[in-house]
């Protein structure tokens, strides 16, 4: 079983930054590659970003692209998402996920919230 623990989110101002990191536990990190989703209220949860592959080349979101980066520390066993140039439609629940021998997500964290004040 791997567990995901998301922390960093916050209240931000518009145009602010932060950075979410997520720390998995249970299996072998490297093995698995890693996404970032948020929900906002009233909407269903969307990708914002994710690796193809463990440590691979990166997506993104369109609405995101350019402002947020995906990275990991296999060392640390976290992956992380640094959010810039924020805004408030930026504010949502913000979950990562881990896939390892599927294109689905085999598991979630339990999210965190970012709040964008305009």
């Known amino acids: 079983q791997v567990q995901l623990v998301e922390s960093g989110g916050g209240l931000v101002q518009a145009g602010g930054s932060l950075r979410l990191s997520c720390a998995v536990s249970?299996?072998?990190?490297?093995?698995?590659?890693m996404g970032w989703f948020r929900q906002a209220p009233g909407k269903e949860r969307e990708f914002v970003a994710a690796?193809?592959?463990?440590?691979?080349?990166?997506l993104y979101a369109d609405s995101v692209k350019g402002r947020f980066t995906i990275s990991r520390d296999n060392a640390e066993n976290t992956v992380y998402l640094q959010m810039n140039s924020l805004k408030p439609e930026d504010t949502a629940v913000y979950y990562c996920?881990?896939?390892?021998?599927?294109?689905?997500?085999?598991?979630w964290g339990q999210g965190t919230q970012v709040t964008v004040s305009s």
């Open positions: 249970g299996r072998t990190f490297s093995n698995y590659a």
């Open positions: 996920a881990a896939r390892y021998g599927s294109t689905s997500y085999n598991y």
């Open positions: 690796e193809r592959w463990s440590g691979g080349s990166t």
